[in-house]
T-cell receptor
Framework: KAGVTQTPRYLIKTRGQQVTLSCSPI?????VSWYQQTPGQGLQFLFE???????NKGNFPGRFSGRQFSNSRSEMNVSTLELGDSALYLC?????????????FGPGTRLTVL | KNEVEQSPQNLTAQEGEFITINCSYS?????LHWLQQHPGGGIVSLFM???GKKKHGRLIATINIQEKHSSLHITASHPRDSAVYIC?????????????FGEGTQLTVNP
């Protein structure tokens, strides 16, 4: 089975722009979670989608949004980029929306905001 | 205080040494995860635990739910074990797969 894929792998944007990142989960997995990793804050949960609905949301501003499609692929969008949005964005997929699920991580998208 | 605390933050060992990384958490959890992150960013899930002990090759993970503490052990360490090891918990009060992470332990194993 193919693993979790994320595109693009690297991205450079300037302040004020917006960006869309994509995540394709493992075939059959229906839950997709997104995380942000920065040197200062470490790994932080952004949001989780299951059956095309956001089920959980972390403590991030409304500039961060996402969606999930009927094939479970997910996208996240960051509008009005700030320098502090420079980070590694990871998505993870799991079979179901339930506590104690094993998660499988993608390789990440490294976003640099200039 | 973070909900998940790891120690040590940095660890340097000689090849062959036995290594222990500790994780303490302050919330009720549904499961605890040990993750490995290599340079470049990709994260691999090593273990998911809700009780007891698990072993995979040279890696052993234990959890004590009453004491809210987990340890990751690496026996006969090897330079290829050099990576960041991250402890993460799935909080009991959340319905989904949301994880809360420790700050990670940077492990360097020298030949």
């Amino acid at each position: 089975k193919a693993g979790v894929t994320q595109t693009p792998r690297y991205l450079i944007k300037t302040r004020g722009q917006q960006v869309t990142l994509s995540c394709s989960p493992i075939s059959g997995h229906r839950s997709v979670s997104w995380y942000q990793q920065t040197p200062g804050q470490g790994l932080q949960f952004l949001f989780e989608y299951f059956s095309e609905t956001q089920r959980n949301k972390g403590n991030f501003p409304g500039r961060f949004s996402g969606r999930q499609f009927s094939n479970s692929r997910s996208e996240m969008n960051v509008s009005t980029l700030e320098l502090g949005d420079s980070a590694l964005y990871l998505c993870a997929s799991s079979l179901f929306l339930s506590r104690g699920n094993e998660q499988f991580f993608g390789p990440g998208t490294r976003l640099t905001v200039l | 205080k973070n909900e998940v605390e790891q120690s040590p933050q940095n660890l340097t060992a000689q090849e062959g040494e036995f290594i222990t990384i500790n994780c303490s958490y302050s919330v009720g959890i549904s499961a605890l995860h040990w993750l490995q992150q290599h340079p470049g960013g990709g994260i691999v899930s090593l273990f998911m635990l809700s009780s007891g002990k698990k072993k995979h090759g040279r890696l052993i993970a234990t959890i004590n739910i009453q004491e809210k503490h987990s340890s990751l052990h690496i026996t006969a360490s090897h330079p290829r074990d050099s990576a960041v090891y991250i402890c993460a918990v799935g909080p009991e009060e959340t319905s989904g797969s949301r994880l809360t992470f420790g700050e990670g332990t940077q492990l360097t194993v020298n030949p």
